[in-house]
């Protein structure tokens, strides 16, 4: 299940979007976690299942509302599994009405979640 991010995962947090290749760099990093805390229009959420989080993903709201999927990661032993598409999916869910798109390194993995006929 997809839960909002909180402080004390920062770590963990940090780790997952590493793996974004927007994201190598530390003070970048640590600048887009502290944005992430900080910023009402950018909301983090982790992937939780059983006592492990395994996934991560990021959006932003821009002025005309519309949200941007600008961070997904998913922990490299769990991959291939479909927790990148479950998290596309929840997070739809959980905003009804609202449009949704990927961005420049999203967009094609979004995409192809959007595409699926597969029942989750
Ligand atoms: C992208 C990512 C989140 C997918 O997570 P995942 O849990 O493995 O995804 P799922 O199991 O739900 O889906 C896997 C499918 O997505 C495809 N896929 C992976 N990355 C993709 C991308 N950038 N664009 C399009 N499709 C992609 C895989 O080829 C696979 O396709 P298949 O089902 O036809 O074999 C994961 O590969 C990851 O963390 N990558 C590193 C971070 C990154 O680069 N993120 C930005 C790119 S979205």
């Known amino acids: 299940m997809l839960i ?6 920062e770590k963990i947090a940090m780790g997952l979007l590493s ?4 994201e190598k760099d530390l003070k970048k990093l640590q600048a887009t976690v502290k944005e992430y805390d900080a910023n009402e229009n950018w909301q983090l959420y ?7 989080v395994l996934g991560i993903i990021g959006t932003t709201k821009k002025e005309d509302g519309v949200i941007h999927i600008q961070h997904i990661c998913v922990t490299p032993s769990h991959r291939h599994a479909g927790i990148g598409r479950k998290m596309v999916h929840e997070l739809r869910a959980m905003m009804p009405g ?3 798109c990927g961005n420049e390194q999203t967009a094609s993995f979004y995409e ?3 595409a699926d006929t597969i029942s989750l």
């Open 19 to 22: 793996f974004m290749p927007t």
């Open 98 to 100: 609202v449009t949704v």
């Open 46 to 52: 982790l992937w939780k299942e059983d006592d492990d």
């Open 112 to 114: 192809k979640c959007k």
């Open 4 to 9: 909002r991010f909180k402080k004390n995962y």
